[in-house]
C-alpha cells in the first residue's frame, strides 16, 4: 500500500514551543503534501513539495523530503494553541497524480 | 470563489433508504474525489473523476454510486447502506497539472442505522 505512516500519533506542547511530526511511504512519489484538520472538518492545505526538492519553507511551516529514505517531516515554529488539530501527509503517486494517499496523520495539542 | 460546498452537512439514514450527497465547486477545477473517513482514521480514497470522467474507483461497493453531471458537480449515490458505512464523507477538487493541490468541502456525517 502506499499508505502513509506518521509518527507520532500524538503530540502535545505548550504554546512557543516547536512540533515536528514524521510522516514514511512506502512507493515512488511526484510528490508529498501536508494538511490540516480541525475536529470533525475539511482538510486545509497547508504545503505541497515535489520529489525532486528537499525542503520547503511556508511562514512557520518547513518541510523536508528524503527520497532515499522514502520519509519526510514537517516543523511549525513557534506553535500557538490555534495550531491544535490532526495533521495529515499525503503521497501523489509518480505514475498516477490523482491519486493522493493519505498517512495515517498526527494529532496535535497545543496548550496555553 | 475557493470554496467546496457540501450538503448535506448530516445524514442519517436507514439502511433500506436511498439518498444522495451533493458536491459542488465553482473553481474550475477538472478533478473531483470522494474521501471517506472514519473517526481518528486518515480520509481513504473512494473515486476520482478527471475531465468529468471516472479515472479512480478504489474497489468501492456498488453501493456507493458516483455521478459527475457536469464540471462543477459531483453527486454520490447511496443505497442500501450498512452500519459500517457510517464516516464522514469528503469531497474535494484539484486543478490537473502542475498544482495538485486539493481543496476540501466540510463534509457531510453520515450515520446509518
Known amino acids: 500500500s502506499q499508505q502513509g505512516e506518521e509518527d507520532p500519533q500524538a503530540l502535545s506542547i505548550q504554546e512557543g514551543e516547536n512540533a515536528t511530526m514524521n510522516c514514511s511511504y512506502k512507493?515512488?512519489?511526484?510528490?508529498l503534501q501536508w494538511y490540516r484538520q480541525n475536529s470533525g472538518r475539511g482538510l486545509v492545505h497547508l504545503i505541497l513539495?515535489?520529489?525532486?526538492?528537499r525542503e520547503k519553507h511556508s511562514g512557520r511551516l518547513r518541510v523536508t523530503l528524503d527520497t532515499s529514505k522514502k520519509s519526510s517531516s514537517l516543523l511549525i515554529t513557534a506553535s500557538r494553541a490555534a495550531d491544535t488539530a490532526s495533521y495529515f501527509c499525503?503521497?501523489?503517486?509518480?505514475?498516477?497524480?490523482?491519486?493522493?494517499?493519505f498517512g495515517t496523520g498526527t494529532r496535535l495539542q497545543v496548550f496555553p | 470563489d475557493t470554496e467546496v460546498t457540501q450538503t448535506p452537512k448530516h445524514l442519517v439514514m436507514g439502511m433500506t433508504n436511498k439518498k444522495s450527497l451533493k458536491c459542488e465547486q465553482h473553481?474550475?477545477?477538472?478533478?473531483m474525489y470522494w474521501y471517506k473517513q472514519k473517526a481518528k482514521k486518515p480520509p481513504e480514497l473512494m473515486f476520482v473523476y478527471s475531465y468529468e470522467k471516472l479515472s479512480i474507483n478504489e474497489s468501492v461497493p456498488s453501493r456507493f454510486s458516483p455521478e459527475c453531471p457536469n464540471s462543477s458537480l459531483l453527486n454520490l449515490h447511496l443505497h442500501a447502506l450498512q452500519p459500517e458505512d457510517s464516516a464522514l464523507y469528503l469531497c474535494?477538487?484539484?486543478?490537473?497539472?502542475?498544482?495538485?493541490?486539493?481543496?476540501f468541502g466540510s463534509g457531510t456525517q453520515l450515520s446509518v442505522l
Open positions: 474535494a477538487s484539484s486543478h490537473r497539472g502542475e498544482n495538485e493541490k486539493l481543496f
Open positions: 513539495i515535489r520529489s525532486n526538492e
Open positions: 499525503a503521497t501523489a503517486g509518480a505514475y498516477n497524480t490523482d491519486k493522493l494517499i
Open positions: 473553481m474550475g477545477h477538472r478533478a
Open positions: 512507493t515512488s512519489i511526484n510528490n
